[in-house]
Each structure stands twice: as structure tokens, then as C-alpha cells.
């Protein structure tokens, strides 16, 4: 009979621990696939609205060199104050992608923080830390994201309608 018992209240304990985990892995799980997705593009709405560009192609790369005279508008000086790291920003006009673009001394911090220095699988849209704004190549480095976020969607330029 004892036996018994002790049997009954180890696999009660093991089931109540095997639901725990289930909960804790779903819960991490819905966090990770549809809060912090929908989080990350709320953040880059709140900033496209701050990001004002002057008339621009469509592929372009903005340069926060210092302005020729005090009444021109950098239209980078509104994001600059969230992150002084912010130096461009990438709009593509047939794609989905519309970032600013950071810049640090390496190459791996942007991989896991966001534009606002704050961690993030998403990471930032990011210029080498070998080239400047001024470089007459620039790369850029992202994530290709399952959401279809950052440069996910450069797949589809191999498509020559989406193309031109």
C-alpha cells in the first residue's frame, strides 16, 4: 500500500512538472513568435514617423555628414537623439524595408541589439565598421527574418518584376 502511494505521488509530481514545462515553453514560445514581433514593428513605426527624408531615390542611403550651412536640416538629427550610433537609413520604395541604419567600432553588437542598444533576435540593419558614410561601397549587414522583417525580403528582387 505504501508502495502504492509513493508511486501515485511521483508520477503526480511528474506530471505536474511536465505541465509546468509545457506552459513555460509556450509562453516563451508565443513571447518569442507573436509579442516580440509585433513589439519590434511597433519600435520602427515610432521611428520611421520621427525619420522625415528629403526627397530621395528609390534605394538610398542617407549621410549624416555635417550640412553645408546651419539652415539646412539633417533629417537624420531626430534619431540621432534616441541612438548617436544612427548613421543612415535604408528605404527601399517596391520593398518592405525602411530602417535606420547604425554603425559601431565592430561588427557583432548590432547582430543581437536593436537600434536602441537593447537586446533583440531581430538585431539592427547595420554598416560594416570598415567602411563610413562616405566609403564609395558600403555594406550593410542584417538578419533575413521568418517574419519577413529586416531583409527578408530581398529574396524576392530575383523576381525581374519585382526588379524593375
Not at 513568435?33 to 519600435?43: E, K, S, T, W, Y
Not at 550651412?69 to 540621432?80: F, H, I, R, T, Y
Not at 533575413?144 to 529586416?150: E, I, K, P
Amino acid at each position: 500500500m505504501r508502495k502504492q502511494r509513493k508511486k501515485t505521488s511521483i508520477l503526480y509530481a511528474l506530471l505536474g512538472l511536465s505541465i509546468a514545462l509545457i506552459v513555460l515553453s509556450g509562453g516563451y514560445l508565443i513571447f518569442r513568435h507573436v509579442i516580440f514581433p509585433v513589439r519590434q514593428a511597433n519600435d520602427i513605426q515610432q521611428l520611421q514617423g520621427l525619420f522625415q527624408p528629403p526627397s530621395i531615390p528609390t534605394a538610398s542611403l542617407l549621410s549624416s555628414a555635417p550640412q553645408s550651412s546651419e539652415n539646412d536640416a539633417n533629417p537624420l538629427k531626430e534619431v540621432q537623439q534616441i541612438n548617436p550610433d544612427i548613421c543612415g537609413w535604408i528605404r527601399f520604395d517596391s520593398l518592405p524595408i525602411d530602417y535606420p541604419i547604425v554603425k559601431t567600432t565592430n561588427n557583432s553588437f548590432y547582430l543581437t541589439h536593436d537600434y536602441k542598444k537593447q537586446t533583440s533576435p531581430y538585431g539592427a540593419i547595420f554598416m560594416d565598421f570598415r567602411c563610413t558614410v562616405q566609403s564609395q561601397n558600403i555594406s550593410l549587414h542584417g538578419h533575413h527574418m521568418n517574419d519577413g522583417s529586416m531583409f527578408a525580403s530581398l529574396v524576392s528582387l530575383t523576381d525581374y518584376q519585382v526588379y524593375e
